[in-house]
């Protein structure tokens, strides 16, 4: 696969400018996203083509390639946004604004509760974005700033991404490498994936009110992490499939006792820079409120039946099985580059099942939705009492073509640089030049960077596992285990600062454009996880030496 | 939403339709139009940062 790869700081430069282009345009010069992906695609073809000895049949094989990766995300993008029309045309989200009130009147609580609980159970199930694009609606709805209602979800479910989704990370990395000891792999992996899962419960209270914040929250937070990272590390060992979806609905389970606790019931009186009202009223008067056009219930209905969509066929092994027996894919040749790196032939490339894709059960609530509320007459209801509100499609095509085309250059970019051996300069050239001590401390961050590419903690493991396997088995002192485990979890922090994964948020929303305040924020988190989780790769590392 | 913003995304499309035709029935012509189209549909969003424009959406 390396073939006559040459590792050099020259080339590895060269590989990283292709990502360096991309932050710099998002984050310094503050270019929207779906101007920023193509010029990042531009750069990393261009580079291929000249210094990495890519044909443009190779490149043209790794773009197709790209844009049907982006498809399965964009599945999810235009779904989940065709959802929040639905349910915004109908008054859904003012109503549940409304209904959830009388369920817990403490705005720390709820945002925890939608960002970081429920983000973190629908992650379990379902993925490839849903979290972000059904949760940043819902905490807009109670209040919070569009900016941090795609941040605290980002934050919050990118924990549950590598054994989310019924483990298809997991399933993916055995495919890929072949483990000595695959339950001591998913243990330590369960154990450092425990650190993004609680700082993320601190991160989102810090951000809520800072100290006061964390202050009011820690109870919450170490009962929901010691349910989520404890139940994860359990489960694993009975079945690692379920680890993420077990823990992930005995937390939510668990929100509905929180929230009768008189701490988290009645309003907090915190200030927070996060919430569109600073000031949290105390329990007293408060402003009479328009009556909803529908009940809590009603306006839970969509994640309701999508909650049970996903549950029933993702879920459930026959049905499953059964849906996911239809699958479409292409074939594409294989491609070989001057240097020697191969790519074998695809046939199909990736396929794609339809029936059991989170896209699919979003449709499915969507149309359910649509249905009841027009036959419940709430779109006319609500069309009276606001004037001028845009129509379904034409807010979903607004929102959603800038949002794919940011996407499909993402992958594309990621696509073209993994068959070029650019992704292979950037990692090899780490591991040439690191001692195992600190390959042990960065190796995280080569699956935070794999993330970072690709938006999916599946595709980073994909991408780099074989080479952490080959780096531990090569280095004297660095166990296969542990590193394995250090890649997948910084595969999962990683999903928290994909740019995709930020638009795809951000979209849902109608908020495109603000790419780079969203990630100023999310760095942040992924670099304080990413560095605790280094520093506990070395100590599990050397446990992992001095136990075997 | 502009209307350039959809001809891009819609070049991107078709790119991979393009591309993929190309392939599968080893017609170069096919993949080489499929790489002109997703250089097109990429070209557009980043030309019009340039260019004033009224209207848009994506703030």
């Known amino acids: 696969m390396q073939g006559n790869l040459p590792i050099d700081l020259f080339h590895w430069i060269l590989a990283f400018i292709p990502l360096l282009a991309l932050l710099i345009l998002l984050i310094v010069a503050r270019w929207k996203a779906s101007e920023a992906g193509p010029v990042g695609m531009f750069t990393a073809w261009i580079i291929a083509l000249f210094f990495f000895r890519t044909s443009f049949n190779n490149v043209a094989v790794a773009s197709a390639k790209g844009i049907w990766d982006a498809i399965f995300i964009l599945y999810v993008v235009w779904p989940a946004l065709l959802l929040y029309q639905v349910t915004d045309n109908a008054g859904a989200f003012d109503s549940l604004r409304v209904g959830i009130r009388k369920f817990s009147r403490n705005r720390l609580f709820l945002v925890l509760a939608f960002g970081w609980v429920f983000a973190s159970f629908l992650q379990g199930i379902s993925g490839f974005g849903t979290p972000i694009a059904v949760t940043a609606p819902l905490l807009l709805a109670i209040g919070v700033k569009p900016i941090y209602a795609v941040v605290v979800p980002l934050i919050g479910h990118a924990w549950a991404n590598m054994f989310g989704t019924l483990a298809v990370g997991w399933l993916a990395t055995l495919q890929v490498v072949n483990l000595g000891n695959p339950t001591e792999t998913a243990f330590q992996t369960a154990i450092l994936l425990w650190i993004p899962n609680i700082v993320s419960g601190f991160t989102i209270a810090w951000l809520f009110a800072r100290g006061k914040g964390i202050a009011k929250a820690w109870p919450m937070i170490l009962i929901v992490s010691l349910i989520h990272g404890g139940g994860q590390l359990l489960m694993i060992l009975v079945d690692p499939i379920l680890s993420t979806f077990i823990p992930g609905t005995v937390a939510l389970a668990a929100l509905y006792p929180l929230s009768r606790w008189k701490r988290y019931r009645e309003p907090g009186g915190l200030e927070s820079g996060i919430m569109s009202e600073t000031r949290e009223s105390g329990g007293g008067e408060e402003e009479p409120e328009e009556r909803p056009v529908m009940g809590l219930f009603m306006s839970l209905l969509p994640f309701i039946v999508l909650a049970v969509a996903a549950v029933i066929g993702s879920g459930i092994p026959p049905i499953e099985q059964a849906l996911s027996r239809l699958e479409i894919g292409f074939a594409y040749p294989a491609t070989e580059t001057g240097y020697g790196l191969r790519n074998d032939p695809e046939r199909p490339y990736s396929p794609f099942g339809p029936l059991t894709h989170p896209g699919t059960y979003l449709l499915i609530s969507t149309a359910v939705a649509w249905i009841v509320f027009r036959a419940k007459g709430f779109y006319r209801k609500t069309s009276e009492r606001k004037e001028g509100q845009k129509g379904i499609w034409s807010g979903l095509v607004s929102n959603a073509v800038p949002a794919s085309i940011s996407v499909t250059a993402f992958l594309v970019m990621s696509k073209v640089m993994d068959d070029s051996g650019q992704t292979q300069e950037l990692a090899l050239g780490i591991s040439a030049v690191a001692p195992p001590l600190v390959f042990a401390f960065f190796s995280n961050w080569i699956g935070n960077l794999g993330a970072f590419m690709t938006s999916s903690n599946t595709a980073s493991n994909i991408l780099f596992a074989p080479l952490q396997q080959i780096v531990a088995s090569t280095e004297q002192g660095l166990s296969e285990s542990t590193m394995i485990a250090a890649q997948s979890t910084g595969g999962a922090i990683g999903n928290a600062i994909a740019p995709a994964n930020v638009v795809l948020g951000l979209s849902t929303i109608r908020h495109l454009g603000n790419t780079a305040r969203v990630l100023r924020i999310t760095l942040v988190y992924a670099g304080l996880a990413a560095v605790i989780t280094g520093g506990v790769t070395i100590l599990l590392n050397g446990i992992t030496f001095l136990g075997g | ?59």
């Not at chain 2, 350039?4 to 170069?28: D, N, R």
């Not at chain 2, 790489?35 to 019009?48: C, E, H, K, S, T």
């Open chain 2, 1 to 59: 939403m502009n209307r350039w913003m959809i001809l891009a995304f819609l070049l991107m499309l078709a790119a991979f339709v393009l591309i993929t035709m190309g392939f599968a029935w080893s017609t170069e012509p096919l993949w080489w139009a499929g790489l002109a189209a997703l250089a097109l549909g990429g070209l557009i969003p980043a030309v019009r940062r340039f260019i004033p424009k009224h209207g848009e959406n994506e703030s």
